[in-house]
């Protein structure tokens, strides 16, 4: 019986990952047709992107999106093998020999979960890689974004361009206090073009409504072919940058890879920033391979008992979809109530996870021992 239960096994879950290799395909072909589509069309006034360039962004993009439909490859991909197998009647033939529902669904619970570790560990900070890569050449390419913000383990770095001048700002630490952001060690150099015209260092300086103060200043001008110095006991640069607008401009979630997030929620939260969506996102990342198990129980509840009538197997598979998408609403629902704060963020996060599992498990143990 345990050698037969071995068999049945790596055969249930060779066909479960056929189905999800197909599905995952299907699905990252149509994304990848749709992304380029609305990529041509908001580029279509751009005559200096040609097709090459808008494709590359396009693929650039893909990994990202594709990971958003995991649970519904796998939710389709165990639908569709449910459907073969019971069609061939191989299905009956397996529970009149005796494995029960549980049996059956242990090979396809435990690949699926190894495949929600493997997106996390692997494919996730390659995804994250290539969607930061798209954002920023999106924001030079199509938005034209004159201003950028980042903030690493070498501080936070401020680009602002305002009537062809550029103007960046370096500071080595940060503290955010209300509508201020107070700096260290800051340095801010005014360009013109790719040459540098004046240089200014200072300890401190705060970042406030529409300028940058500095105390102490030394000013370096390296124009007129010689450099000069000066120093200054308060020094003020206008600017359009404000503590919201670095706070809510910082690198998004999606971008950073789950091994890179815990680190960065901690230097933002050092600098005085909440850090609420990262810390939400990272959650989130952590339940991933749950809710991926939890569509697995979803699918079988559908079909793991339907009759063989073709009117049945439709019905079926139009409420697993509408399921399906109910989850997708749920997940993304209390999700906007974990970045408001209505909700925890472990609950925000876990809720959907949670209660489709509960739902699958509860209707399996049901139809099996009720």
Known sequence: MNRLLRILSV???????????????????????FD?????????????????????????????????????????????????????HELLVMRAAGISVWQFLA??????????????AVVDPFAASLYDSYQRLEDSLIRRNSTSINLDRGGLWLRESQNGAVTIVRAGAMQAEGDVLN??????????????????????????AGVIAMS?????????????????QDFWIPTTLTADKVQDSLAAPETMSFWDLPAFIRSSQAAGFSALPHRLYWQSLLASPFLLCA???????????????????????????????????????????????????????????????????????????G
């Open 11 to 33: 055969y249930v879950a060779w066909h479960v990952t056929l189905s999800f290799l197909a599905f995952i395909g299907g699905i990252s072909g149509l994304i990848l047709l």
């Open 36 to 88: 380029t589509i609305e990529l041509l069309r908001r580029t279509a006034g751009n005559d200096s992107l040609g097709f090459g360039t808008v494709f590359g962004l396009a693929l650039l993009k893909l990994p990202h999106t594709a990971q958003a439909t995991l649970p519904f490859a796998v939710m389709l991909a165990m639908m569709y093998a449910l459907f073969r197998l019971s069609r061939s």
């Open 107 to 120: 090979p396809p619970l435990a690949l699926t979960l190894v495949l929600g570790f493997v997106n996390l």
């Open 183 to 208: 700096l260290r060690d800051v340095s801010v150099f005014k360009m013109n073009g790719e040459a540098i015209e004046s240089r200014y260092e200072a300890a401190a300086g705060r970042l406030g």
């Open 216 to 232: 102490n200043v030394w000013e370096m001008h390296l124009g007129g072919g010689r450099a000069t110095s000066a120093y200054h």
């Open 295 to 369: 569509m697995v129980l979803v699918a079988s509840a559908f079909y793991l008992t339907a009759g063989t009538k073709l009117p049945g197997w439709m019905l079926r598979g139009a409420a697993g979809l509408g399921t399906g998408f109910l989850v997708y609403f749920l997940n993304h629902f209390t999700y906007a109530l974990g970045l408001s704060a209505t909700l925890p963020l472990a609950l925000a996060a876990w809720a959907p996870t949670v209660a489709t599992a509960m739902f699958g498990v509860a209707y399996l143990f049901h139809r099996e021992d």
